[in-house]
């Protein structure tokens, strides 16, 4: 059975001490919680935070995810951040491939792959995001599209390695909106990601790849959302800005 991952992903929100404040509240509202021991919790602030929230989260259930990384490992790459940086300050999760670094900043599938590979050989988790625009949902291309993604960023990925990731399927016309994919509908993408994995890898390996859902999930639809078969966690953007919301939708899981 596979457990349920939920991390908040803070985006460009919540200066230092801001983001001490958030992660000591949520520190002391899952202590001793039996929750905390059956779902994997992570928060993703930003780098300038890392540092700070590590030292505050250090001995709880909660994992430091970051929101991006480089692929390489050091030189002349003005504003990128590598793995060794990242791991030396405990992060153990890396979010790749964002809609947003996608949609805004030109991010291509090969790099992402790139990041995927390195974030493996260097022992971390990373969280691997795909979806479609509401353009593409209209066009009926929602399965070419999150299968390209999906296809380019296990390129070269080993059947071991593939079982150590976390896909976020997050629609982009769910993103921020407010507008969150139906429970059917999220079901179907997640479904169908399954069964890609299966072709790509065997059942065995398929099933072990938890699948979250991202976009627009908050406590009053994640219930639903986390009931189905092949949702497996969330990756939370706007209602992991507030202790409890987050905390609602940690429950529900």
């Known amino acids: 059975m596979r457990k349920k991952i939920i991390v908040g992903n803070w985006k460009m929100n919540k200066n230092v001490e801001e983001s001490a404040k958030l992660a000591t509240e949520l520190v002391a509202a899952i202590k001793g919680q039996a929750f905390a ?87 971390l988790t990373p969280i691997i995001c795909v979806g479609e625009t509401l353009a593409e949902r209209e066009s009926n291309v929602t399965e070419k599209v999150v299968g390209t993604q999906v296809r380019a960023a296990y390129q070269g990925v080993s059947a071991a390695d593939a079982a150590k990731t976390v896909i976020a399927y997050e629609p982009v016309w769910a993103i921020g909106t407010g507008r969150n994919a139906s429970d059917d509908q999220a079901q179907a993408v997640h479904k169908f990601i399954r069964g890609l994995l299966s072709e790509m890898y065997g059942s065995p390996t398929a099933e072990a790849i938890r699948i979250q859902y991202g976009g627009s999930m908050k406590p009053e639809n994640a219930a639903g959302l986390l009931k189905q078969p092949d949702v497996d966690g969330g990756l939370i953007g706007g209602a992991a800005l507030k202790a409890d919301a987050f905390l609602g939708i940690i429950r529900a899981a």
């Open 37 to 123: 021991e059956k779902v994997e919790i992570g928060i993703a602030p930003t780098f300038l935070a890392l540092d700070r929230v590590a030292g505050i989260i250090k001995g709880s259930p909660i994992k430091l995810a970051a929101q991006d990384v480089h692929f390489e490992n050091q030189g002349a790459f003005t504003s990128k951040v590598s793995v060794d940086m990242l791991k030396a300050l405990g992060v153990t999760h890396v979010i790749l491939g964002h809609s947003e670094p996608r949609t805004l900043f030109g991010e291509t599938d090969a790099a992402v792959n790139k990041k995927t590979l390195k974030v493996l050989a260097e022992g």
